[in-house]
């Protein structure tokens, strides 16, 4: 019995084994099915994300937060995947519960790889928050961590990220380097979508340096990645930046056809501003060729998708293309209404801008408060632990004694600190005035050095008869002498302006007969410099303006004249003149060479002159546009200066009617 006994509970414990077993290798089953289903949802996620669709990618990815089995470095892979696509759908509260999730998991791995592309994410969150500087910290130290790193992809992200901050920074020959440091990386690790998207930045890049035709080289290699992707998005983008490349080089064919490109690719999106954007392309291109039909037809397109988007840029853009077609069709009453509300969205934009630097600069200085609030209490945390040690009463003594001998020291070094900083400031304000006024007369002393110059060797050569052309001689002379005076006089009238004691003698002038006056003196100074002349002139109807004809003599004369001198030729001028019910309206546009953005702001300083970009031959004196802007402020008008249509500038001048 007892023999029986103890088979029968063998073979009953060989079965629980059997059993358990059986249930052991049917969980590992399941775990490697969870696994190999994991790695799928993961592989279609990404596929989603790179389609754009990222909505969609997180109702994939989600479900994956629930599998139990999963490693620190699928753990890494899923909450980094769920940051990128809740950053791109603008969810940032969630990107960065991901993102630090990853970051924390990164840490208890230990690799520097892992650790560097938490950086670098967190990086392009707070760049998308605005907080450049926190987003620079972020992707160096992200760099710093791929020192010996073989990762190519991974490098050429954090390039690429530090590379877009500082073309938000609006230094474009850095972003420049860094875009294409990144693309040495990317085309290391051969994925076709990295290099097509580096390269397009880079293009973006290039097209802001007015470089177009290199950027049409690199759009062109850029298609060639993207032809074997489904990727409409960068598509649309890379052929409606193509459109306005050829557009800027003067062929208008291939703009069209590329625009048209741009708005197919467009359409396969689901985005309204892609759709916006590739369409007002294609309506630049047909003002471009005057297709009146066609533009109407684009514009009313756009007006379409602009009512599913609020975004006053957009606007702003479909207001302008509004106006231009309206001139196009002759329609100026209408034109200068939507001119009206282009410079009302212009001023809300400026204003939007200043609100959000302001609201992101408080977020900054809220969060190194509550930095500075967590450190103070984590000390003072510090000195109560220490301080119960000793006596009670002691303690209260010391305390006391210290925080008031604090207290004292810290209000004596901040009084002095203030004190120090007011007159370090006033010395600062006083030698600044002091360098303003010294490189005034030096450029002043070597604008006259010149011409006096020029003087001294014509009459030596005339009083020791050196010179066979007397006739010439005085020529020189008395050019250089009207030169001086020009010279002296602007300084003068400077002088003046600053001075208030500049008066104006406003009389009544019929519109049509001053500028049929203005048209013929023009044309002769643009002939007389080899240039063609377009007259645009839509004042027909007999008004008139009350105003001091010397000072506008000068204003139209002087930049005119600049024009003239700093036009490449062949070349041409045209002079715009329009009029509204209050105001006349005066532009002048010239051909190349232009103005870079970075010195168009500083072309009312005083003697200030472009030496890189314009001719270096010309006699200007650099007070000329100076001058202007200071009649024109006593005048009551204003004026303004930005790129032309035709490659060099556009200047256009702002007077009342009546004042």
């Given amino acids: 019995m007892l023999i029986l006994s103890f088979s029968t509970l063998a073979v009953a414990d060989a079965k629980i084994k059997k059993i358990e077993t059986s249930v052991a290798n049917e969980n590992l089953d399941i775990s490697r099915k969870s696994l190999d289903s994991f790695f799928e949802q993961m592989e279609f996620a990404k596929s989603l994300r790179k389609a754009s669709n990222h909505k969609k990618a997180i109702e994939v990815l989600k479900p994956l937060l629930n599998y139990t089995h999963l490693s620190n470095t699928e753990l890494f892979k899923l909450h980094t995947e769920l940051g990128i696509n809740h950053r791109r759908s603008l969810l940032l509260k969630n990107a960065t519960t991901h993102y630090l999730l990853a970051k924390k998991i990164a840490k208890e791995i230990g690799e520097n790889e892992l650790l560097s592309k938490a950086h670098s994410n967190l990086g392009v969150l707070y760049e998308t928050q605005s907080n450049l500087s926190l987003a620079m910290q972020e992707q160096t130290k992200a760099l710093a961590l791929l020192d010996k ?6 490098i050429a992200s954090v390039y690429y990220n530090l590379a877009e901050i500082s073309s938000r920074l609006n230094k474009l020959e850095e972003a420049a380097y860094l875009y294409s440091k990144a693309l040495e990386n990317d085309k290391k690790s051969q994925d076709k979508f990295n290099i097509a998207s580096t390269n397009l930045s880079l293009a973006k890049i290039t097209i802001k340096q007015t470089n177009y035709h290199l950027a049409i080289t690199q759009l062109i290699s850029t298609l060639e990645y993207l032809s074997s992707l489904k990727a409409p998005q960068q598509l649309s983008v890379t052929h409606r930046l193509l459109s306005l490349s050829y557009m800027k080089t003067n062929r208008l064919n291939k703009a069209f056809k590329h625009a048209n490109k741009s708005v197919s690719f467009a359409l396969d999106t689901d985005s309204p501003i892609y759709k916006a954007y590739s369409l007002m392309q294609l309506l630049e291109v047909s003002l471009a060729k005057k297709n009146i039909l066609l533009s109407t037809q684009t514009l009313h397109k756009i007006q379409q998708q602009l009512e599913h988007i609020d975004n006053e840029v957009l606007l702003l853009k479909y207001h302008r293309y509004s106006a231009l077609l309206l001139e196009l069709t002759g329609d100026l009453e209408k034109a200068i209404l939507h001119w009206n509300i282009v410079d009302s969205y212009h001023n809300i934009i400026q204003v939007n801008y200043l609100n959000e630097a302001t609201t992101n600069y408080m977020h900054q200085v809220d969060s190194l408060v509550q930095r500075q609030k967590l450190i103070t209490s ?18 209260k003594i010391w305390l006391l004694a210290y925080s008031v001998v604090f207290l004292l020291c810290i209000l004596i070094i901040s009084l002095y600190y203030i004190k120090h900083r007011k007159a370090k400031y006033k010395a600062k304000l006083y030698q600044s005035s002091l360098n303003l006024k010294d490189k005034m007369l030096a450029d002043i002393s070597h604008e006259l050095r010149t011409p006096l110059s020029v003087l001294k060797l014509n009459i030596e050569s005339l009083e020791h008869d050196l010179q066979e052309d007397k006739s010439l001689a005085y020529q020189k002379i008395n050019d250089k002498i009207s030169q001086l005076n020009n010279l002296i006089s602007n300084v003068y009238q400077l002088s003046q302006v600053d001075n208030a004691s500049m008066s104006l003698n ?29 007259i645009d002139n839509a004042v027909s109807q007999k008004q008139s303006i009350f105003i001091d004809k010397h000072k506008l003599d000068q204003i139209i004369y002087n930049i005119f004249n600049n024009a003239c001198l700093y036009t490449n030729n062949p070349g041409l001028i045209r002079f715009k003149v329009r009029l509204n019910p209050t105001q006349l309206f005066i532009q002048v546009d010239d051909s190349a060479p232009g103005v870079s953005e970075s010195h168009i702001e500083h072309l009312f300083e005083r003697l200030y002159r472009v030496e890189d970009t314009r001719s270096k031959s010309v006699d200007g004196s650099g007070l000329g546009l100076s001058i202007c802007a200071s009649l024109l402020k006593l005048m009551q008008g204003s004026i303004k200066i930005k790129k032309g249509k035709y490659g060099g500038l556009c200047v256009r001048v702002l007077l009342p009617l009546k004042y």
């Fill in 506 to 534: 406003n009389q009544t002038y019929s519109i049509v007969n001053l500028f049929k006056t203005y048209s013929e003196d023009l044309k002769s100074m643009a002939e007389h410099k080899g240039l063609t002349f377009i």
């Fill in 149 to 154: 790193s073989s990762n190519w992809g991974l």
């Fill in 378 to 395: 984590e000390q003072n945390n510090i000195v109560s632990q220490a301080k119960l040690k000793t006596q009670r009463l002691e303690k």
